[in-house]
């Protein structure tokens, strides 16, 4: 084709000159390519320029003279090259034939013209004889066998032709059946491969044809190199000392030789072997692992592939150990512990058996206490489950540093003059354990009684103390002084001496037919529970008294009612006030009963005469008892027994329900010599007795005394009456009325 267009190129030159000079000669080949060993005829077309006659034209190869052929007439060749032949069609057309022998690759590329003879300016263009050269050898750059590349990268394959074959050859490329294009030129054609494991042991073609002649092929197979796969991994979950084996897989690479090898992320765990083995798996085995395959190439580079695995080791959780937890009282408490567990844990607090909180899933166990009370010094449960294990149990400990605060602000204990030790407790709630001083109300210190701390738990103290007192002692107030770093508080001790009842006034005597109601008021009670009672006496043989009355102060208006009285009698009344420690008497108030009136004259009153006249005889008959108890001077024992019997059962009462903290300890006292007949009136002492006796016929007064009131804070234990109910201790008392010994002290506590 090149050469066609310069055949019209040089034709176009000339015609420019044949516009000037005169008509274009023309040179045509007897074929567009001249083939090696054929023979091949250059024809050139002319005219006779003007003016001119001879016809002939000289023909040129390579600028030189090959022969002149002309008509003359006849055919007439001169001076003409033996390798060719010449001759003469007709007047305007000669012909130069290159003989097939003399047709060799010396013409390729020769140039050839034809001119006017002798006149050079008449002439053809210039055309170029070509001789087509098949297509014979076709080779790949690079030539190996396989064709070796890495997936993922490029290579250029040239497929070269034999460098003279003509016209251009077509060369096509394949890979596999499906045809592939690359850039050709200069009878070489190149293509880019890229690697992919896909056209492996694929067939790479190259195709290459001219002059219409079967294709020249050459081809090589591809040998792509690519990397195994790891199949893929899933998370393991395990619990600790467990064995762990996992088998790695890998679909294999090219080459197919695999290698395995596990290492574990951010650490330098490597283990060869396509199987990971952790036998007896610990926590810190958690973590991600990588398993990679690997392959050699044939250039000794490493085909890598790994897929990741993340371990995850369980465990049961571990509660982390931690000193307990002290807060000021009022303050907010936060009791945290750190649970290491895997998975997380849920948590359950509990204050003994209740739930008081729990939390699901966590890191951290907390409870909070807004407002931290003494009362929450305490070990709270926590409990933790996860999957590896339930119920992982802790003990925390919450101390509330509380300033000290006494159960009882003020203890009194009541002395009397036989009193020989006092002792009392109380509890102390306190965190830290309290300081304590006992001072007198001055503010020195107190060395009399002795003070001892007890502690019942960490913030629960008793604290006891005791006195022996040698000699009498008033009352007093000692201040127990109670304090640590929260602050500071006081307990009073008030010792109380005791003494009997002053005289109840009467202050209004009303006398019915058969009854009387008499008023009066108390007065000081001696520093203990006091009890009245009215007695009547009229006539002999004629008295009465009224049901008792206890009374808890001074100043009380009491009344009383005096029944079993007859009309129409004078009747002398004395108000009774008793305490532990003794009995007083009001002055007396007469008073006389109404007349009976007809109404109330019947049998029944007659009954009741009856009845006064019975009581009167036991009257007479207890004082000869008690006269004759006189005489032996054991009287007021056994008066005594008689009278404070009911006493007992009070203090029994006492002690079993007011739960007292406290008790005093009390030495048997004289108290033989407390002669009753000393308080009653010596000119009525008769009379007296004769009540005290009644008192005792009427059982339901025996009830009555033993639901008195009891007597708060205050405990009595001066006398042989409270100890009476040890047994014992009265039979002592029998023995050696007059002793005043040690001997009958009574060192129990009571709480
Ligand atoms: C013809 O031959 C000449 C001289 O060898 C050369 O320069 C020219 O390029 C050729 N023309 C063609 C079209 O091949
Ligand atoms: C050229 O060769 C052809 C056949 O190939 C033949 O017919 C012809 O006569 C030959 N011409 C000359 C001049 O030899
Ligand atoms: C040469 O060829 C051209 C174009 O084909 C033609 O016009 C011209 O007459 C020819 N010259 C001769 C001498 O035949
Ligand atoms: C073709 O070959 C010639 C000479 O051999 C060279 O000059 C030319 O650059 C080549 N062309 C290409 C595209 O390679
Ligand atoms: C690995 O390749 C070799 C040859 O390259 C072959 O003989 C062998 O069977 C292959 N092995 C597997 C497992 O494909
Ligand atoms: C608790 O109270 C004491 C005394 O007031 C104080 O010194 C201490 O700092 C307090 N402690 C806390 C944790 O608040
Ligand atoms: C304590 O637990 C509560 C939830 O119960 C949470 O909101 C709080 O942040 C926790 N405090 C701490 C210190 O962990
Ligand atoms: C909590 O328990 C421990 C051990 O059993 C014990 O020593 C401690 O006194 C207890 N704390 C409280 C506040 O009960
Ligand atoms: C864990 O404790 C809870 C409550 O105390 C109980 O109901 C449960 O049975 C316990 N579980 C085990 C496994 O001990
Ligand atoms: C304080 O009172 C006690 C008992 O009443 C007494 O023994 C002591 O001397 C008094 N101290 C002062 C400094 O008055
Ligand atoms: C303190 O301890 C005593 C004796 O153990 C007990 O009776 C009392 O209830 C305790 N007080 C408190 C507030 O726990
Ligand atoms: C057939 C023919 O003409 N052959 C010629 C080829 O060229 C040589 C000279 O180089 C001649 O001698 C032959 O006659």
């Not at 263009?125 to 590349?149: G, K």
């Not at 540093?401 to 009193?419: F, G, L, Q």
């Not at 004395?574 to 019947?602: H, M």
């Not at 004082?623 to 005594?640: A, D, E, K, Y």
Request: glycine share 4%; proline share 4%; charged share 20%.
């Amino acid at each position: 084709m090149k050469e066609k267009r310069y055949i019209l190129f040089t034709s176009c030159l000339s015609l420019l000159c044949a516009t000037t000079k005169g008509q274009q000669y023309n040179l045509t080949g007897s074929s567009e390519y001249a083939v090696l060993g054929r023979n091949f005829t250059w024809t050139c077309e002319m005219f006779i320029p003007s003016g001119q006659t001879i016809n002939g034209v000289t023909f040129y190869r390579n600028n030189i003279v090959c022969g002149t052929v002309g008509l003359v007439p006849g055919c007439k060749i001169i001076g003409s090259d033996p390798r060719y032949t010449f001759g003469c069609k007709s007047e305007s057309s000669y012909t130069l034939t290159i003989p097939a022998e003399n047709m060799t690759e010396s013409e390729q590329g020769s140039v050839w013209r034809c001119e006017y003879f002798g006149i050079s300016i008449f002439r053809s263009p210039d055309v170029n004889l070509t001789i087509a050269i098949d297509v014979h050898n076709v080779s790949l750059v690079p030539s190996d066998n396989p064709l070796t590349l890495r997936e993922g990268t490029q290579t250029e394959v040239r497929c070269v032709v034999n460098s003279n074959a003509v016209p251009a050859p077509t060369i096509t490329w394949y890979l596999g059946s499906k045809e592939i294009t690359g850039t050709t030129s200069n009878n070489t054609s190149s293509i880019i491969i890229t690697g992919n494991r896909q056209d492996n042991k694929r067939t790479l073609k190259c195709s290459a044809t001219n002059n219409n002649k079967p294709p020249k092929n050459v081809d090589t197979t591809l040998n792509v190199e690519y990397p195994p796969s790891v199949i893929h991994l899933t998370q393991k979950d395990i619990i600790e000392a467990q064995n762990l084996f996992i088998i790695c897989g890998a679909n294999p690479g090219n080459p197919n030789l695999t290698i395995f090898v596990w290492t574990k992320v951010d650490s330098g765990f490597r283990q060869n072997g396509s199987t990971l083995q952790l036998p007896n798996i610990q926590r810190t085995s958690s973590g991600t692992y990588r398993c990679t395959a690997e392959n050699t190439y044939r250039n000794g580079a490493k085909g890598t592939n790994s897929q990741t695995m993340v371990v995850n080791v369980l465990y049961k959780p571990v509660i982390q150990e931690k000193t307990s937890t002290i807060v000021n009282e009022t303050e907010r408490a936060e009791l945290i512990r750190e649970v290491d567990s895997n998975p997380l844990s849920d948590i359950s607090w509990y204050d003994g058996a209740e739930l008081l909180k729990t939390q699901t899933s966590v890191k951290i166990a907390n409870l909070t206490i807004e407002n931290a009370l003494c009362t929450d010094t305490k070990n709270f449960t926590l409990s933790v489950s996860n999957t590896v294990q339930r119920n992982v149990t802790s003990l925390v400990e919450l101390i509330v540093n509380c300033k000290p605060k006494a159960h009882d602000d003020e203890i009194t204990v009541a002395i009397t003059s036989y009193t020989r030790r006092i002792s009392m407790s109380t509890t102390v709630i306190a965190y830290p354990e309290p300081r304590y001083n006992l001072e007198y109300k001055n503010g020195t210190a107190n060395n009399m009684m002795t003070v001892n701390l007890y502690k019942n738990a960490i913030n629960n103290f008793t604290i006891y103390c005791e006195q022996q007192l040698v000699e009498e002692m008033d009352s007093v107030t000692y201040t127990l002084k109670l304090s640590n770093v929260l602050g500071a508080s006081t307990v009073f001790i008030n010792i109380r001496k005791q003494v009997k009842p002053s005289s109840p006034i009467i202050t209004e005597a009303i006398c019915e037919e058969t009854s009387a109601r008499i008023k009066w008021e108390s007065s000081f009670d001696g520093g203990a529970v006091q009890s009245f009672f009215v007695a009547a006496f009229g006539d002999t043989y004629k008295s009465s008294r009224s049901d008792i009355i206890t009374d808890k102060g001074e100043n009380q208006t009491h009344q009383a009612v005096v029944p079993f009285l007859q009309p129409s009698v004078l009747y002398t009344f004395y108000v009774f006030a008793k305490n532990s420690i003794g009995d007083t008497i009001s002055e007396k108030v007469n008073c006389t009963t109404l007349k009976e009136t007809q109404k109330t004259i019947n049998t029944r009153n007659q009954t009741l005469k009856v009845a006064g006249s019975v009581t009167g005889v036991l009257v007479v008959l207890t004082l000869v008892i008690v006269l004759s108890c006189l005489m032996h001077r054991h009287f007021t024992l056994i008066c005594n027994i008689g009278f404070e019997r009911r006493n007992k059962q009070e203090k029994t009462a006492d002690l079993v329900e007011e739960k007292s903290h406290y008790t005093v300890m009390s030495e048997h006292g004289e108290e033989n010599r407390r002669n009753p007949y000393d308080v009653l009136t010596p000119t009525e002492s008769t009379n007296l007795y004769e009540a005290i006796q009644m008192k005792e016929n009427q059982k339901t007064d025996a009830d009555t005394y033993e639901s008195l009131n009891k007597p708060e804070k205050i405990a009595f234990c001066d006398n042989s009456i409270k100890d009476s109910n040890k047994s014992g201790i009265l039979k002592k008392t029998d023995a050696t009325p007059f002793s005043n010994t040690e001997e009958y002290t009574n060192t129990s506590f009571e709480s």
